[in-house]
């Protein structure tokens, strides 16, 4: 794991910055999908994700044997039918929604500008090939993970899988990546701006649905070996733990949107999705507390998912389909599923902020990576 360090915010007055990066290139990063909802396309996809020592954090025979022996031969054809219910005609929603994105920054940004994913296709090496075609002479490359909180399975393994892959090409080449910006006020203004309009209807609750972790994964993160949980109420007890810590991470962007909306403390709430396995997991889960809220008068639900800033299976098939399904089937009467930023322009003007400020040395949100 390369530790980074923490980074200040980003002042509200500060004007972005436009300056021009000469031989600097853009990576935007995202987790991948597979090449088609067939089952085939799908095991491929799974057995890459899943191989990932990142995802699975056991032994490489251990780690094999759980995926080969028992996810393989039952997963691949259920997740083809989840990918199927929400495939677009251009292709699976993370890829397109992502290509979507980089689209819209396009004309906002001053460098090329390529689109890599973690697991399948556009492949690292691809993406530098399309930089290369844009400029020849490329000495720097900026990456940039389209995930605003710190996670090993997430952030580390995309930032880390896009270097190892790129170095091998060009060694010679340079390196920052972009730091999580779950805290970033910019950023907090566009989710913010992306809900709103869903809140100028009568609602009883709004749900912030993250995606969840095993709880291992916050200790093997947690630089210090004493906090996350170790300390009681680790996460609103200040410590160098939290720069690598995606539940304090989550819980500081769910208070700061739920502040700056002005929703009161019992609308809203935090809850983890798509747990996999029998180890503990970050709690609450999502699923349980959809099926909780109609007996507790909650009925007319909003839902949004601000771990992704593009929508994906989990956010399309997993929350606003079966999700809804279990709200509904438990007593509820409306769900909202509120899309991700996707290519909301406020968004993609922060984005294009945040890359075009790489070279501003006042600024620290982007980090020289030493290899």
């Known amino acids: ?36 909802y067939e089952v085939k396309d799908v095991r491929t996809y799974l057995r890459q994700f899943l191989m990932d020592e990142r995802v699975i954090d056991a032994r490489y025979l251990i780690r094999k044997m759980i995926v080969e022996g028992f996810v393989l031969p039952f997963r691949p054809k259920k997740s083809a039918e989840a990918y199927q219910s929400v495939w677009m005609k251009e292709g699976a929603p993370l890829k397109v929604l992502t290509e979507n994105f980089r689209q819209a920054l396009k004309p906002m940004v001053n460098l090329p500008l390529s ?77 913010s701006e992306s809900i709103t309009p869903y809140l100028e209807k009568p609602y009883d609750h709004l749900l912030f649905s993250y995606h969840g972790l095993p709880v291992r994964h916050l200790k093997k993160s947690d630089p210090t070996k004493k906090h996350c949980y170790l300390v009681d109420q680790c996460c609103d007890v ?76 989990e956010t399309l098939e997993e929350i606003a389909i079966r999700g809804k399904e279990s709200f509904i089937q438990a007593g509820g009467e409306s769900f909202t599923a509120i899309p991700c930023l996707n290519t909301n322009l406020k968004w993609v003007e922060t984005f294009a902020a945040y890359s075009n400020q790489a070279e501003a040395t006042h600024k620290n949100l982007w980090k020289p990576i030493e290899v």
Request: proline letters at 7%; aromatic letters at 12%; hydrophobic letters at 35%.
């Open 1 to 36: 794991m390369i530790f980074l360090g923490k980074r200040p915010l980003l002042s509200k007055t500060e004007e972005s910055v436009s300056k021009t990066m000469k031989n600097t290139g853009l990576i935007l990063v995202n987790l991948g999908s597979p090449n088609s």
């Open 115 to 191: 689109v890599a994913m973690r697991y399948g296709n556009p492949t690292p090496e691809k993406s530098l090939e399309e930089l290369e075609a844009q400029n020849s002479n490329l000495e720097e490359i900026l990456i940039a993970p389209l995930y605003p909180h710190y996670a090993m399975s997430s952030y580390e393994t995309a930032y880390l899988y896009v270097l190892e892959k790129i170095k091998k090409q060009r060694p010679n080449l340079k390196f920052k990546v972009l730091q999580p910006f779950y805290d970033e006020q910019a950023y907090i203004n566009s989710l």
């Open 238 to 313: 200040n410590s160098p733990a939290w720069d690598f810590c995606y539940k304090h991470q989550v819980i500081q962007t769910t208070k700061l949107v739920a502040s700056q909306l002005k929703i009161p403390a019992h609308k809203f709430s935090y809850s983890f999705q798509s747990r996999l396995g029998s180890d503990q997991w970050i709690k609450p889960y999502t699923d349980e507390q959809l099926t909780k809220f109609p007996s507790q008068g909650i009925k007319n639900l909003l839902v949004i998912c601000p771990a992704f800033v593009s929508d994906c299976l």
